[in-house]
């Protein structure tokens, strides 16, 4: 299992479009990953509870995701992360 | 003997012609939704219901996408997050679960998850967020008709052509219109410069809005009249009825036939004066009608659908491409851009604007472009690029004082060193305006004339401040249904004082289109009109008929009148000993 912390670096949140974006890259992966923001766990892979967690800027999320491409995963959000979405 | 008709409505006339149809009832209606048990053996039967109608619901929205993709180009994104969340595995399989363990209807139990989320993205701080609480309503609805085989509500998916009726029609939902499937609009709400008349106007059909309890009244599928020039909308006519009313219909056809000889003509009275004929552009698909009926460029492009029914701002490029495409189009006559008219009934998605109690005295167009200026400069960027494809002209909405003006045009400055800065070219000497549409601009017209090259009235808003009245209630509609006489003294001030600057001032509103209205405005003196692409022929026609020193004469008088009735009758009395060829005008 792979526990981290990412900021979510976009100025107007996760909203649909990131949203949808971090819901198409965690489909790619078979392992389990789940996000938490402050005392909320989504499915990282339901685009409702992403929706849900409201992540404004600057917010932490928590990623666990366990699995047999966890690794993978974990790096491909990231790198998601770092391209802000594709955003700016 | 048999009635005439079920029922015959009085409702404000909104779009000229005739329409004969069946009608397609838009339903924002109320879902009943029951709580039934059910039985072990029927649970798989219950599972499979619910999987197709997400299937069927799929399938809408793919061809609401493409067909959204295709008017809009890319701006059809909204529909991507409901697709999204009919792909939510997670959603799917929690509704199959429950409906398995707790025996219940798929409706029932979809509805109570959907819901669910729903609530909970409406108690979010973020604007944005709550939005899409929006959208998970709209994807509940929609698969829960499926699930109940009630009929689908798409516009692009009708199978012959029909008559909406429906309460109200917003911008985001009469931007999707096939126009080929849709006969005539009838709502509920609205006047004769609400979004809902202006789209009818531009996509060429009868409608008929204001009518109380018309959505009580029919039922999906009855076959209904749409008169659009006496305002009144005829359900389930008998024989007769039908029958001269379709001979009505051709007779409008004929009357609109004959009056294609003005295309090619100049718009010129009989003692010689020119007035400039333009036409409103609501969408660039519209172009060939604008084309078609014979106008001198476009008066006013309306830009907002840019930024509609979309998730995000258009970049730049997008807008670039559309406003050159246009330019190339009318070339060599030319184009108003107006600058994004955002807030009130026209809100994008983007830009989060806060719900106000008073939208239209509120944050809107100009004051929006003011304070987003990145999103303000690169409209006015992409416009200026666009400068090289045509002859195009800046207008900008709103105006109420001069610090406004000032504002705007030194972002306007701004936006031209920036692109001389990279390199790239525009014309340099652009025109630029700016709309008369609020008491404050009216007042400072001088002022505002000496900046700029031209004023543009927009009566729509003009009268509404004015007068004080909404466009959009019927209720009060009558306020401004004829010739307020204040608005007609506001308007030769505004023309007076914009000649004595130099400028030339012209008329974007629908008043404009009004054949009765220009027998007033071109003895007024208003140098260019610029008119919905149906209405041309007919004022073309109006202005060849008359002499400029006639109209001046006529207008003198109007002046001089206390009462819009008092107006009213001069003038009608004066059309229709002039026009009595023209049982239409």
Redesign the interface.
Known sequence: MIEKQLRIPNRLGLHARPAALLVKVAARFQSDIFISKDDQIINGKSIMGVMTLAAEYKSILSFKISGEDEEDAMRAIEELFARKFDED | MQKAYKHRLQGIPASPGIAIGKVHLLSGGIIKIEDRDIHQEDVEKEVEKFVTAIQQAKQDLEALCNHANQKLGENG?IF??HQ??L?????IQQTIELIRSEKKNADLIFFQQMTK?QK??EQ???N??RE?AA??VDVKRRVIRHIQGKHHNYLSTLPEPRIIVARDLTPSDTILLDRRKVLAFATEFGGRTSHAAIMARALEIPSVLGLEHLTDLVKQKDRIIVDGNRGEVIIDPSTELLEEYHRLQSEYYDFERKLNYVRELPSRTLDGKDIELSANLEFPDEIESVISHGARGIGLYRTEYLFLAR??LPSEDEQFEAYRSVAEKIYPNSVIIRTADLGGDKSPL?LQIPEEDNPFLGWRAIRICLKETSMFKAQLRAILRASLAGNVKIMFPMITCIEELNQCLDLLAEAKQELSTNGQAFNPNIEVGTMIEVPSAAIMTSVIASKVDFLSIGTNDLIQYTLAADRGNERIAYLYENFPPAVIRLIKQIVDNGHRKGVWVGMCGEMASDPRAILILIGLGLDELSVSPIALPAIKHIIRSIRYSEAAKIAQKVMQMETALDIRDYIEAIMNEKFEDLPFI
């Open positions: 994104k991507d997050v999204m969340l792909d939510d595995q997670i959603i989320y909970k993205l979010l701080k973020d944005y967020l899409r959208d998970i998730d995000e983007a």
